[in-house]
């Protein structure tokens, strides 16, 4: 079975761009979180999706939305980028919401704002 | 939320055995302790889960005392792909959110 897929792999903008990152989750799967990881520390939670519904924010700026599709897969959007959004976006997708459930993370997207 | 101590790095040789001690001191009663592995340019993986006593699977052992004010993964005879950070988490099954600390970096040396 394939894993947490996740598009595209590296991405530059300028910042003030906006930019979106995809996410596929396991299939079964109906969790998909988000997470932010700036080089050298551990990742930051940003938002867990739910049947299609927010579950859980971190603590980022509203410059930050994501949503999930009726299949399951997710978008995260980054509006009014700054160069200290550059960083590594994981997603990782459960079978139910939660933290007692493994997550299962995607390799990353390498974002690199300029 | 409860945060989560942990040595920032520590040295192994091959083949010993490896304890990472987690504080955790505010846990709550429903709160799980999780670990993750990391390997550079990599999405962390599960490692092990555990609520109370004794957690073992095919990979790691999680010891949890009674107070469960702290945890210590054991990884047993580690090998040089071993090399990674190790991250305890702490959060509530319905909880709203899963905080990742600096984590451990683990380095086995042959």
């Known amino acids: 079975d394939a894993g947490v897929t996740q598009s595209p792999t590296h991405l530059i903008k300028t910042r003030g761009q906006q930019v979106t990152l995809r996410c596929s989750p396991i299939s079964g799967h109906k969790s998909v979180s988000w997470y932010q990881q700036v080089l050298g520390q551990g990742p930051q939670f940003i938002f867990q999706y739910y049947e299609k519904e927010e579950r859980g924010r971190g603590n980022f700026p509203d410059r930050f939305s994501a949503r999930q599709f009726p299949n399951y897969s997710s978008e995260l959007n980054v509006n009014a980028l700054l160069l200290g959004d550059s960083a590594l976006y994981l997603c990782a997708s459960s079978l139910e919401w939660g933290f007692a459930y493994e997550q299962y993370f995607g390799p990353g997207t390498r974002l690199t704002v300029t | 939320l409860a945060k989560t101590t942990q040595p920032i790095s520590m040295d192994s040789y091959e083949g010993q055995e490896v304890n990472i001690t987690c504080s955790h001191n505010?846990?709550?009663?429903?709160?799980?302790i999780t670990w993750y592995q990391q390997f550079p340019s990599q999405g962390p993986r599960f490692i092990i889960q555990g609520y109370k006593t004794k957690v073992t699977n095919e990979v790691a052992s999680l010891f949890i005392p009674a107070d469960r004010k702290s945890s210590t993964l054991s990884l047993p005879r580690v090998s040089l792909s071993d090399t990674a950070v190790y991250y305890c988490?702490?959060?509530?099954?319905?909880?709203?959110?899963?905080?990742f600390g600096p984590g451990t970096r683990l380095s086995v040396l042959p």
């Open positions: 988490l702490v959060s509530a099954s319905d909880g709203q959110n899963f905080v």
């Open positions: 505010n846990i709550a009663t429903n709160d799980y």
